[in-house]
């Protein structure tokens, strides 16, 4: 995470529903990613303009959340979970291959609705937070700290509000979990220093290789948890 800015809730959540269920992974890794997110939110000189520029589509992603966490209680999450892997694949690969996948008319503002809607009801059903949002920021070619803190600051929206709905659902933050989920923060943490400090010994070019390389990891993933 502290090089490509994402993967922590996705690699959390692959690990933790080795030996847990999935309702108690997800809650299990709310603390972790929203304060992670939070930190890579505020650190950066563009907060400021990318919320002036977002910040409508980063509260209707947010409020979307309540309507997939809702779909999550109700219905099977595997099938939107395998899609959501083999769009992450395919799309990783298809750029991996040098071709262009850009957002047409990605400044309109029904597009960029549907796109952060969509993201928060994906968040709220399989607890992934990347889909499409981090296609559409991506797309957007902005250099990589404005980026990552792009990332940041939707990411902690989804997570803050993944918190709330799960809540809203009764789901029982018992002692345990808190517990585990604050001190797994201490980890992500160095993690996430360890990670800022190669980010910078690499350059733009590099930067985005490894960035695509890895998303085609986490859809792998993503798809191995679906089983």
């Given at each position: 995470?502290?090089?490509i800015?994402?993967?922590?809730?996705t690699?959390?959540?692959?690990?933790?529903?080795?030996i847990?269920?999935?309702?108690?992974?997800?809650?299990?890794?709310?603390?972790?990613?929203?304060?992670?997110?939070?930190?890579?939110?505020?650190?950066?000189?563009?907060?400021?303009?990318?919320?002036r520029?977002?910040?409508?589509f980063l509260?209707?992603?947010?409020?979307s959340?309540y309507?997939?966490t809702?779909?999550?209680?109700?219905?099977?999450?595997?099938?939107?979970?395998?899609?959501?892997?083999l769009?992450?694949?395919?799309?990783?690969?298809?750029?991996?291959?040098?071709?262009?996948?850009?957002?047409?008319?990605?400044?309109?503002?029904?597009?960029?609705?549907?796109?952060?809607?969509?993201?928060?009801?994906?968040?709220?059903?399989?607890?992934?937070?990347?889909?499409?949002?981090?296609?559409?920021f991506?797309?957007?070619?902005?250099?990589?700290?404005?980026?990552?803190?792009?990332?940041?600051?939707?990411?902690?929206?989804?997570?803050?509000?993944?918190?709330?709905?799960?809540?809203?659902?009764?789901?029982?933050?018992?002692?345990?979990?808190?517990?585990?989920?604050?001190?797994?923060?201490?980890s992500?943490?160095?993690?996430?220093?360890?990670?800022?400090?190669?980010?910078?010994?690499?350059?733009?070019?590099?930067?985005?290789?490894?960035?695509q390389?890895?998303?085609?990891?986490?859809?792998?993933?993503?798809?191995?948890?679906?089983?």
């Open positions: 995470k502290g090089i800015g994402m993967g922590l809730p690699i959390s959540l692959v690990v933790l529903t080795l847990l269920d999935i309702e108690t992974a997800i809650t299990m890794i709310v603390v972790p990613s929203f304060v992670t997110n939070l930190w890579q939110a505020v650190t950066g000189k563009h907060l400021r303009d990318l919320i520029e977002f910040w409508f509260v209707l992603s947010g409020l959340v309507v997939g809702a779909i999550f209680f109700n219905v099977s999450n595997n099938v939107p979970t395998f899609l959501l892997a769009i992450i694949i395919f799309y990783s690969i298809i750029v991996l291959t040098g071709k262009t996948f850009p957002f047409l008319n990605r400044n309109l503002f029904i597009n960029k609705s549907f796109i952060f809607s969509s993201n928060g009801i994906l968040a709220g059903l399989t607890g992934t937070l990347i889909v499409p949002g981090v296609f559409y991506q797309s957007l070619n902005f250099e990589k700290e404005k980026l990552l803190q792009a990332l940041g600051i939707h990411f902690s929206i989804l997570s803050l509000f993944l918190g709330f709905s799960k809540s809203f659902h009764k789901t029982i933050f018992d002692f345990e979990i808190l517990f585990l989920s604050l001190a797994s923060c201490i992500a943490f160095i993690g996430m220093f360890v990670g800022r400090i190669i980010l910078k010994r690499i350059n733009e070019k590099m930067f985005r290789k490894i960035f390389f890895s998303l085609l990891i986490i859809g792998i993933l993503i798809l191995f948890k679906t089983y």
